[in-house]
């Protein structure tokens, strides 16, 4: 049966052109967009009025963990809170307007599972792409990710991380991965440590690099890499992966940022978890204010304990006790990273929207809008950061033909917004409807 459905007087920010177009309908059949028009619609006595709002693309987050509990000790409670906790990072996602994400990082059968629950309408959520677990040498980038026990494993569906040491059980992992589900596949290469007083962590040897990316081809799956630094920067341009994941820490010279151009390869650089711990203060306010739409009772408890210890300043002798972010190192760095993207924009590099939301302990859930300010902070138009929330990110998906932009044909995904985001991003804060594949999914204020 055809379902049809009518949305108008709207201003429509397609993705294509930084032009908002105003007075303008569409018709949505069967999930897709099926017309766009100007002007008064015959038909919008049976549509949804939608108030000289504006309308962009469903927005897509390139680079997330959802598997996140947001609790360093996971405990009893955070056991028992633990789905709760992950359908919340799922709405949240909707509530600020992002209908798919990349999962970078993430047990296979808890991405399953995820993907379940939206399916079949246990919860709201975002379409998944997923590359399921890392896949990296023992005591590699994530270091501080266990290796769950049979328990944890059983409830959580397997490993966040496959430790692996030879090219012919990084094949096996890969193809494993695939026959899981795994729509990309993920690797590291991180030789410097990002936290206190720990020793810099192994990457793979060429050899099981280069069998990952052979068998990653093979089964006809794209790779991303994970590198915080220069040298993994250009080991990613030597295999020829297909996205990079964060921006280096330290700098890029002319000849790199050369390599990455004629590559071809595009880069989330996830910038403003690079320096959570350097706005502890802003983090403070926004949970002590609304925490509680983000995490779940026992999470948020430990989350706040976590943020004052390090405001309190982590000692030496703390630091020995778990894994902490090197702050010292993310003050010095930092800027240099901001330069980096900001010398990649200006050279043409593609460069795509994703928050790494879950994959630090203050970097939740449906704060979307932090990401798109911060590549504004590093030279991006508003117009060109909006497309690397939409367009650009469907391209590295591999989604073009399908999402990313409002035309005939793509699904109907999109966000309806207070204000015009094209002449000011604080509209993606006033996110009043979400529509995916056709349906409302999330409404506020309307």
């Known amino acids: ?95 600020s307007g992002v209908t798919t994400v990349r999962d970078v990082g993430c ?38 990710v266990p290796t769950f026990t049979l328990p944890l494993r059983l409830f959580l569906g397997g490993q966040v991380v496959e430790r692996v040491s030879t090219p012919d059980q990084v094949r096996e992992t890969v193809r494993r991965m695939v026959a899981l589900g795994a729509d990309w596949i993920k690797t590291t290469h991180t030789d410097k440590s990002l936290f206190m007083n720990r020793l810099d962590p192994p990457v793979f040897d060429d050899a099981c690099f280069e069998a990952l990316v052979d068998e990653a081809r093979k089964q006809n799956r794209p790779v991303t890499m994970h590198q915080t630094q220069v040298n993994g920067f250009r080991k990613a341009i030597e295999l020829g992966v297909d996205s990079m994941e964060h921006a280096p820490l330290d700098a890029l010279t002319d000849e790199d940022i050369c390599r990455i151009l004629d590559a071809g390869i595009p880069i989330v650089p996830t910038i403003n978890v690079m320096r959570e711990v350097l706005l502890l203060d802003q983090i403070a306010v926004w949970m002590d204010k609304e925490g509680e739409k983000y995490l779940c009772p026992e999470s948020l408890r430990q989350t706040r304990a976590l943020l004052k210890l390090y405001q309190r300043g982590i000692t030496p002798e703390i630091a020995q006790t778990g894994y902490y972010a090197d702050k010292a190192m993310f003050i010095r760095q930092f800027p240099v990273l901001m330069e980096n993207v900001r010398r990649l924009h200006v050279a043409g590099a593609v460069i795509g929207c994703g928050t790494d939301a879950g994959g630090a302990p203050f970097t939740v859930f449906g704060r979307f809008y932090e990401e798109i300010d911060s590549l504004l902070e590093a030279g991006l138009s508003p117009f060109e950061a909006l497309q690397s929330a939409t367009a650009v990110n469907a391209r590295i998906l591999h989604l073009e033909d399908k999402l990313g932009t409002i035309e005939p044909g793509k699904i109907a995904d999109f966000v309806v917004l207070d204000g015009d985001p094209v002449t000011d991003t604080m509209a993606l804060r006033q996110v009043r409807m979400v529509v995916k594949e056709g349906i409302i999914v999330y409404q506020e204020g309307m």
């Open 107 to 144: 047990t296979p059968g808890l991405i399953r599972r995820m993907k379940r629950w939206v399916k079949e309408g246990k919860t709201v959520g975002p379409r998944i792409v997923c590359a399921n677990s890392f896949i990296v040498p023992p005591e590699a980038m994530p270091e501080h």
């Open 1 to 95: 049966m055809t379902k049809i459905q009518i949305f108008h007087n709207f201003a429509l920010f397609n993705g294509v052109n930084p032009q908002v177009q105003p007075d303008c309908w569409l018709e949505v059949t069967n999930g897709h967009i099926h017309r766009i028009g100007a002007g008064p619609c015959s038909r919008s006595d049976r549509g949804i009025d939608l108030g000289k709002r504006t309308v962009i693309p469903g927005l897509i987050d390139a680079h997330v963990h959802l598997i996140s509990p947001f609790a360093p000790e996971i405990n009893l409670a955070v056991i028992r809170s633990f789905h709760r906790q992950i359908r919340l990072n799922l709405a949240n996602c909707i509530r």
